[in-house]
């Protein structure tokens, strides 16, 4: 490893260009500006790692999508074998090219590995987001929709649409690769919900088309309620109804203090994803929510959109409703008994485990800042008692407690586990990046905390900010 990172010492400003992730593990993808594949091969970088990116052949690409590896090239990446196919080397303060967009980590397990899940995710989505970014660039200006495999306007990489199903392909070897057609004797697909529909020439595959089918109502009962809770504001009246059926009483959970995602845990059980102020998804148990069998589930929600690996899919617009049934093979069988249901935002990717680091208002705080008053969470804040919030230009700019109006449930409340007269290392979070005779600072993904302790040891104010105060 160390041999690696001195050949590679020379070369390690970022990569120009954009460079779209196509498979997580290994990471695979393309390089835009030129149309090539590479493979990521993990390097050393100081106390961590990253991905060194090498360039594939088409084949090695294609074979790599279809899920029959590289044999041995990725260890002779990594021992230096193939500096000249070297196109990013993490280190120098980069260890990201510098236009860089992931695989997402799809909720239903899909049934094959490609370049099309960037266009399926691209659908119906604005022209300015990074899925349609992601898209456009890989497309290289030929239709995303309607994608031909051969000929004049032919993408660019057709075998990479859809892994192990290339151009010339037959119908036989479709049915392999995506499942049975959804029409019998036709050649139309599902995918997560969408269609793609083949077309062949002389019986061999020659296009490829997307389509998305009109959206379905939301179901009535309370699958409606925690579906109408996706993408509404946290504290609005959608959430609070499904907090209500979720049980109303919850712990506010962050995974680190440089990610912004929360989780909510309620003490009921379900497990509520929220980000940037919006409800991302609702995990919960089927229990009380939806018939106790598999062909009963079918007939409160209507057939599946799509079935993989046990997991049935109901789409409903922009909502997903994800209902497992344990294995695959028991999940066949009309009296399989449902599992955990998550209902999630479709194109969210929600954490089935999300890390709990810590819990408790300093979530909220942070949460609120930049926000304009009449949020339903800044709303949520303001009522606390023991709380003071200052607004800059009709934005939330800091929350402060332990100065007017101090309740000591407010300290004991910050932190869950955190006393209700604290000292200042009773703090839990960790070294302070700052630290002066009578105050902490500590960074965190949207703002600041600052901890005051007029006589050096006892706390007197938290402060949560958006810019770092002084430290004294």
Known sequence: MAKRGEKGAGRREPGGGSFVQVVRQPSVGVAAATGRAWVGVDQQVGHGSADALFAL???????????????????????????????????????????????????????FEGELWWHVDALDEPADGPQATAARLLAAGTDRT????????????????IGGLGPGSDRARARAVLGEPVEEGGDLHAVEGDLVRLGYADGGLATIALERPAPRPLPTGPVRTFLAALGEPEGGPAFRAAAR????????????????????????????????????????????????????????????????????????????LLVRYGSEFDSAHPNAAPGPVTAVLRGVDAARDPHRWR???????????????????????????????????????????????????????????????????????????????????????????????????????VAVTRQPPRAR
Request: with cysteine; net charge neutral; glycine share 14%.
């Open 57 to 111: 052949t088409a084949e090695q690409y294609a074979a790599a999508l279809a899920g029959e590896g590289l044999g041995s090239f990725e260890g002779e990446c990594w021992r230096g074998g193939h500096d000249d196919l070297l196109l990013f080397h993490p280190g120098g303060g980069s260890w990201r090219p510098e236009r860089w967009f992931p695989a997402r980590a799809r909720m239903l397990p899909p049934r």
């Open 245 to 320: 059926l979720a049980g109303g009483a919850h712990r506010r959970w962050a995974a680190s203090s440089g990610w912004s995602r929360r989780l909510l845990a309620f003490d009921a059980g379900p497990e509520v994803q929220v980000g940037d102020g919006r409800v991302l998804s609702v995990r919960l148990p089927a229990a009380g929510l939806l018939p106790g069998t598999r062909a009963e589930v079918h007939r409160v929600l209507g057939a599946p959109s799509a079935t993989v690996r046990g997991t049935d899919l109901h789409r409903y617009g922009t909502r997903d």
């Open 359 to 461: 819990s408790g208002e300093f979530t909220l705080f942070l949460d609120v800042l930049g926000r304009p008053q009449p949020d339903p969470l800044v709303e949520l804040v303001r009522a606390l008692p023991g709380v003071r919030l200052a607004v800059h230009r009709g934005l939330v700019d800091g929350v402060v407690i332990g100065d007017r109006g101090h309740r000591p449930e407010r300290f004991a409340a910050f932190v869950d586990g955190m006393p209700a007269e604290p000292a200042r290392t009773d703090v839990p979070f960790g070294r302070p990046d700052h630290r002066g005779e009578h105050d902490d600072l500590r960074e965190f993904a949207q703002g600041w905390i600052h901890v005051h302790c007029p006589d050096g040891s006892t706390v007197g104010t």
């Open 146 to 161: 309607v994608f031909r495999l051969t000929g004049p306007g032919a993408y660019p990489r057709p075998a990479a649409l």
